[in-house]
């Protein structure tokens, strides 16, 4: 709490002028006077604070604190959330077609939360390059609402605005264009601060370079979500316009060898988070999502430390999960470019690979990813009957991942 006090020497020539509780900062008190000597805070504070109080002749002490908040970054020392949760929602390896922005939205939706959108996108694809070491220090300045150090990332936010990540952090969004401070980096700090959930939704870490930030931020209450789906259903998801005009010339994107590969890969670091960590690493499925969407979320919220799915949230799933006719009617709403809006008819979108793709192809990809296909629980279709039914045949995520894990 900031507080100034009036000095003896003025106490008789000016009444002090104190700020009411009605401000956008009124969890601030502060009093004004001409000097703020007294004041108990640090000297280097005071000393701009009061060089500010000059040189705007005293103005409305609400501008003042908004002044300092901007400027400063003041009433908050230690940017670590000791006691905060930070949320990573990891898909990794993978750009486009596992429904990682639909999950996103779900968990910003939470109350009190600070969504980070792709926060390493700016980066030169150092994690192509097999070297975690320049992400994890962007994720350490994201996790500890400090973005403003991170060298290079304001100047490309606001060079790469089609991109829309700060705009997919909606309320974030919201409340910056009120103020015209999107990309100021005190700003956004001191925003993210505000809040005691923290989550951030990354693409193309592997899990085994993820679980370091275990190891090296003990402090941080961190809980990892990584995202899965079908890979029949990513790989069919990547064929669609526009985005198969790009991910074609991805080799990550579209070949499936690579794809399955790595996913098997990332199996191994499960199997070893479900047996050391399992209150803080959580496997969710997509498909589970979609087809059951108010019943996996419960399961995702209690994980999270809910009780229940807030009202919040459950008012975003009613709004995204069922969306009757046409998206691109619905996407204006949301602020954002079809088709990478979230509304959508989720069990439809879930499932639709089954109708659309031919069997000689899925059963090329259930071949190639077949051990992921096994670990994660998705069924092996051996008929087109079964293929093109309406039956969930797959087997629970954590059952599967325990039989799974014991063979291995």
Not at 101 to 127: A, I, R
């Amino acid at each position: 709490m900031l507080t100034t006090v009036p000095s003896a020497v003025n106490a008789n020539k000016r009444r002090p002028r104190r700020v009411s509780n009605s401000t956008p900062y009124h969890h601030v008190r502060f009093v004004v006077d001409h000097t703020i000597e007294d004041a108990p805070v640090c000297d280097a504070v005071s000393r701009v604070a009061a060089a500010m109080v000059s040189k705007l002749r005293v103005h409305a002490a609400a501008n003042v604190i908004e002044l300092l908040v901007q400027k400063l970054v003041v009433l908050q020392t230690t940017p670590i959330l000791d006691s905060g949760l930070v949320t990573w929602l990891l898909d990794p390896l993978r750009p486009y077609g596992t429904g990682s922005s639909f999950v996103g939205d779900l968990l910003q939706s939470l109350p009190n939360s600070f969504y980070h959108f792709e926060p390493l996108h700016f980066l030169s694809n150092p994690v192509l390059n097999d070297s975690f070491v320049e992400a994890r220090s962007v994720l350490d300045k994201v996790f500890r609402c400090n973005v403003s150090s991170i060298e290079g990332f304001l100047k490309w936010q606001r060079k790469n605005k089609g991109y829309m990540k700060f705009k997919r952090s909606f309320n974030y969004w919201k409340e910056c264009s009120r103020k015209n401070a999107c990309y100021n980096g005190s700003y956004i700090d001191a925003y993210c601060r505000r809040h005691n959930m923290i989550i951030a939704k990354t693409i193309r870490i592997k899990l085994s370079d993820a679980i370091e930030i275990f190891n090296t931020h003990p402090h941080l209450n961190l809980k990892i979500i990584y995202l899965a789906r079908d890979p029949r259903g990513s790989i069919n998801s990547r064929t669609k316009f526009p985005v198969s005009q790009w991910c074609k010339r991805d080799p990550m994107c579209i070949n499936p060898n690579y794809f399955c590969s790595a996913l098997s890969e990332d199996l191994k670091t499960v199997c070893t988070l479900s047996k050391e960590r399992p209150e803080d690493f959580m496997v969710l499925r997509y498909e589970d999502l979609s087809l059951d969407p108010f019943g996996t979320t419960s399961r995702l919220v209690q994980f999270l430390g809910f009780q229940s799915i807030p009202p919040e949230t459950e008012t975003f799933l009613n709004t995204h999960t069922s969306v009757i006719g046409n998206v691109r009617d619905k996407y204006r709403t949301q602020g954002v470019d079809y088709p990478y809006s979230t509304f959508r008819n989720s069990s439809i979108t879930a499932t639709s690979w089954r109708l659309q793709m031919s069997f000689k192809r899925m059963a090329l990809l259930q071949t190639t990813c077949q051990t992921a296909l096994t670990g994660l629980g998705f069924y092996s279709y051996s008929t087109v009957a079964s293929l093109r039914s309406n039956i969930n045949f797959d087997t629970n995520v954590d059952d599967a991942i325990r039989a799974f894990c014991s063979g291995n």
